[in-house]
C-alpha cells in the first residue's frame, strides 16, 4: 500500500519557524521527485518546492526562494521542509507528492498524501 505521511503544520507568527516532513513507503523511494504543495484557502494547490531523491536537485518557487529548505533522506524514506521567516502568505495546508515519469512508456504516476494545515498568525 502506497502512503505519504505529512506532518509538522502548526500555528506560528509572523516570522516563525516550522519543519515539515513526508515519509513515503509502498513505492521505489529513489525512482520519485517528491514536492510539496501549498493549497491556501479558496485557492487552488501549488507547488512551492521539489527534489529528486535520485541526485538531489532542487527546485523552488519564487516565493520560498531563500527561506525555504528541502532535503531528502533517503534512508527513511523521508522528505523535509525547513520553512523559516514564515509569513502570512504562506498560510495554507502543505501535500506532499510523489511523482514518477517513466520514459519507456511515458506513464505519469502521482501519488498525494494527506496535508498538515500551516497557519501562520499576523
Known amino acids: 500500500e502506497v502512503q505519504l505521511q505529512a506532518f509538522g503544520g502548526g500555528l506560528v507568527q509572523t516570522g516563525g519557524s516550522l519543519r515539515l516532513s513526508c515519509t513515503a513507503s509502498g513505492f521505489t523511494f529513489d525512482d520519485y521527485a517528491i514536492s510539496w504543495f501549498r493549497q491556501a484557502p479558496g485557492k487552488e494547490r501549488v507547488v512551492v518546492s521539489s527534489?529528486?531523491?535520485?541526485?538531489?536537485?532542487?527546485w523552488y518557487a519564487n516565493s520560498a526562494k531563500g527561506r525555504f529548505t528541502i532535503s531528502t533522506d533517503n534512508a527513511k524514506t523521508t522528505v523535509y521542509l525547513e520553512m523559516i521567516n514564515l509569513k502570512p502568505e504562506d498560510t495554507g495546508v502543505y501535500f506532499c507528492?510523489?511523482?514518477?515519469?517513466?520514459?519507456?512508456?511515458?506513464?505519469?504516476?502521482?501519488?498525494w498524501g494527506q496535508g498538515t494545515l500551516v497557519t501562520v498568525s499576523s
Open positions: 527534489i529528486s531523491t535520485s541526485d538531489g536537485r532542487v
Open positions: 507528492n510523489a511523482r514518477n515519469l517513466d520514459l519507456a512508456t511515458a506513464r505519469l504516476t502521482d501519488y
